[in-house]
C-alpha cells in the first residue's frame, strides 16, 4: 500500500453482533396417516411393540409425487406469513435435510424456487436429525453478523423415500414432514442465547445410509443389499442420544447462567418418547415441561424440533418471553442443543 494514502475503509461487520429472534414459525405435514395398525400388515409388527417402545402410534407418508421441498414451501410460506414477511425479502435460505429432492441443486434452490424468494442465497446443511438446529445457530450467526437481515430455516424430510419397508425395526419409527422458521435481528434483548453444536464421526456407522454416494455408487450389488436405505443400530443409538443430549443441554443451561427451573418448555428431537423420559431424568426435568408428539408423527428427523416448536408456539402452550431448549441428536453422530428467550 502507498504509505500516502490514508485508507478510510468500513468494515460493515466489525460492529458488535446482533440479537436474533425467531419472527415466525411454520409447518406442514402430508394428509396420508399411517397407523402402527396398518403397519402390522406390511411387515411382523405390532401397535403394541410400536407403542410401548417408542411412544409412536401412526405417522405422515408424503405422496409419491411430494417430495421434501414441496413440503418445505409449505411450511416456509406459514413461516413468512406468522412473521408478516415476503419471500421477497428474505436473504437466505437453508435447508436442513438428509432426504433432499437430488444431490444437486440443494433443496433450498428449489424452495427459492417455489416460494418467490428471488433475492435468497441458498444452501443445505446435512446433519441428519440434528439438522435444524445446525441450521438454526449457520443463520443465527449470518444474521447476528450482518451478512443477512432475513433468514429462512427449514427442517424438511421424506423419511418414507429412505426406509427400508421390509425392515421392521426401523420402518415403524419414521414419518415425513417439514418446518419452518424466520429468523431476523431485534432490539429486545432475547431471541436465540446460544446453541451448543457437537458430533462424533467415529460412530457415523451406527446409523447411515451407505449406499448411493461416492463410497458406495448404486450398482446391482449396494441396490441387492438394499444399502440405498437407512440403516441403524436402534440400542447403541438410544445410549449415545440420551447421553450426548443430557450433556449439550447442560452445558446449554450452564453457558446463559439458567437452570432447568428457568426453562418453560422443552422441544426435544421426537424419535422416541423413552428416550425423552430418559433425558428428563438426568435433566431432573418433570415431563409437564417437555413438548411431545412423537405420538402423531413419528421421527421426522430434521423436521421434528421445529414441526414442535410451531405447535407448541401456535398453540399457546409458548408464550412470549418464555424460555425454550430445544435438544437434538441423529447420524453423524451430532447433537445440539439451543436456549432460546421467546
Ligand atoms: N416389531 C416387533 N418386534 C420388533 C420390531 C418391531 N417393529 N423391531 C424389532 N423387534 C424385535 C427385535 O427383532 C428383537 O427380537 P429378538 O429379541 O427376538 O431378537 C426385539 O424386538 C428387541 O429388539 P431391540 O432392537 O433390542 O429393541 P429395543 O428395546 O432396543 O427397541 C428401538 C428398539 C425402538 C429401535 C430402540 O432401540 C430405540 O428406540 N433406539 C433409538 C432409535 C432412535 O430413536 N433413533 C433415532 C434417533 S437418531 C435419529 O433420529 C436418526
Known amino acids: 500500500m502507498n504509505p500516502e494514502t490514508t485508507r478510510k475503509l468500513i468494515n460493515p461487520k466489525a460492529s458488535a453482533t446482533r440479537t436474533v429472534s425467531i419472527v415466525g414459525t411454520g409447518s406442514y405435514l402430508p394428509e396420508r396417516v399411517l397407523t402402527n395398525k ?40 406459514k413461516a413468512l406469513e406468522m412473521a408478516g414477511i415476503e419471500p421477497g425479502d428474505v436473504d437466505m ?6 432426504t433432499p429432492d437430488m444431490f444437486f441443486p440443494s433443496t433450498a434452490c428449489f424452495v427459492q424456487k417455489q416460494i418467490g424468494a428471488s433475492k435468497a442465497f441458498c444452501l443445505d446443511v446435512s446433519a441428519a436429525c ?19 437481515h432475513t433468514a429462512l430455516v427449514i427442517g424438511a424430510e421424506k423419511m418414507s423415500s429412505v426406509i427400508d419397508w421390509q425392515d421392521r425395526t426401523t420402518c415403524v419409527l419414521f414419518g415425513d414432514g417439514a418446518g419452518a422458521a424466520v429468523l431476523q435481528a431485534r432490539e429486545e434483548p432475547h431471541g436465540i442465547l446460544t446453541t451448543v453444536l457437537g ?26 443389499k438394499r444399502m440405498n436405505y437407512l440403516k441403524m443400530a436402534g440400542r447403541e443409538v438410544f445410549k449415545h442420544a440420551v447421553t450426548n443430549m443430557s450433556n449439550a443441554v447442560l452445558e446449554a443451561l450452564k453457558q446463559c447462567g439458567a437452570t432447568v427451573d428457568d426453562v418453560a418448555c422443552i422441544i426435544p428431537h421426537q424419535a422416541n418418547a423413552r428416550i425423552i423420559q430418559a433425558i428428563g431424568q438426568r435433566m431432573n426435568a418433570p415431563m409437564e415441561k417437555f413438548y411431545i408428539n412423537v405420538h402423531k408423527y413419528g421421527n421426522t428427523s430434521a423436521a421434528s424440533t421445529i414441526v414442535a416448536l410451531d405447535e407448541a408456539v401456535r398453540s399457546g402452550r409458548v408464550q412470549k418471553e418464555d424460555l ?4 437434538v441428536f441423529g447420524g453423524g453422530f451430532t447433537w445440539a442443543a439451543s436456549l432460546v428467550e421467546w
Do not use: K
Open 93 to 98: 435460505i437453508i435447508v436442513a435435510t438428509c
Open 199 to 224: 458430533a462424533n464421526g467415529n460412530l457415523s456407522d451406527l446409523l447411515s445410509i451407505p449406499g448411493g454416494g461416492s463410497r458406495l455408487p448404486y450398482s446391482p450389488e449396494t441396490l441387492d
Open 324 to 327: 425454550i431448549l430445544m435438544v
Open 38 to 77: 396398518e403397519l402390522e400388515t406390511l411387515v411382523d409388527t405390532s401397535d403394541d411393540w410400536i407403542y410401548t417402545r417408542t411412544g409412536i402410534r401412526e405417522r405422515r407418508i408424503a405422496a409419491p409425487d411430494e417430495a421434501t421441498s414441496d413440503m418445505a414451501s409449505h411450511a416456509a410460506r
Open 130 to 148: 440434528s439438522g435444524f438446529l445446525y441450521a438454526l445457530e449457520v443463520a443465527h450467526q449470518f444474521v447476528a453478523s450482518q451478512s443477512a
